[in-house]
């Protein structure tokens, strides 16, 4: 007797798989419409993972696979931080701590025309949403949001940059609030922007707090809640 998986879309949410499992069958999901983040694939109406990780699902429609990961695989809607390496006549390449270089083009910004390209020197630090992630091809970026919006797409200048792993960058961009970005903002007044590639950016009017907040967010990762708490307090007891 042939054992058919389970094809229901709640089944698998919050539940680890491998790459190979079948986590979703399209043929029983009539009238729907999903949307597919990264680590899962479609073959017919078979949707599979591609890499170990949890089955993550966010209202309305999307799924992905949540896995902690040094490298960074791009992935459309992506919000991410990236450093110009590089600057062409049409567009600017950009480190995206992936397998491939991004390209933003000098268009992709609000109101972005011939006349007004920006000028950003290498090592230029932006805030950037993926566009275009084809397999093959150098995901495509821009600096603006879904209604062509500056929104807080940009330049960040000043403060300190630091990586850690994508799960870890998930986490801080969770809902509700991660409980080490909780406990900071009570105590401490700071400026945070998270990449999905495992990036951060932290700034501050003093020194000291940029390092505080730096240093509780690297050490969090294999904390529970209540033990980024305590670790916090510590932490704020040394600029005391």
Known sequence: MENKQS??????????????????????????????????????????AMKAGTLRFS???????????????????????????????????????GPAMGFLPVLAFEGGTRRNIPKFEVGTLLYLRVVKANFGMNPELSCTDASGKAAEFGPLKD?????????????LLSSPACPVLEALGK????????????????????PDTIVVVANAIMNS???????????????????Q
């Open 7 to 48: 094809s229901s879309p709640a089944s698998f949410v919050d539940s680890t798989v491998v790459p190979g499992d079948v986590v979703l069958d399209l043929s029983s999901m009539t009238n729907q419409t999903i949307k597919l983040g990264g680590g899962l694939r479609q073959d017919c109406d078979a949707i599979s």
């Open 59 to 97: 209202k309305p429609n999307k799924y992905w696979i949540e896995s902690s990961q040094k490298r960074y695989v791009p992935c459309v809607e992506d919000t991410i931080l990236g450093i110009v390496v590089d600057s062409k006549a049409d567009n600017f390449l950009i480190d995206i701590k």
């Open 159 to 171: 403060g300190y940059m630091f990586e850690t792993s994508t799960g870890l960058s998930r986490k």
């Open 187 to 206: 105590k401490l007044s700071f400026e945070i922007a998270v990449g999905l590639n495992g990036r951060v950016w932290v700034n501050a009017a003093s």
């Open 221 to 239: 990762e294999c904390l529970s809640g209540a033990q980024q708490i305590i670790m916090v307090d510590h932490l704020l007891k040394n600029i």
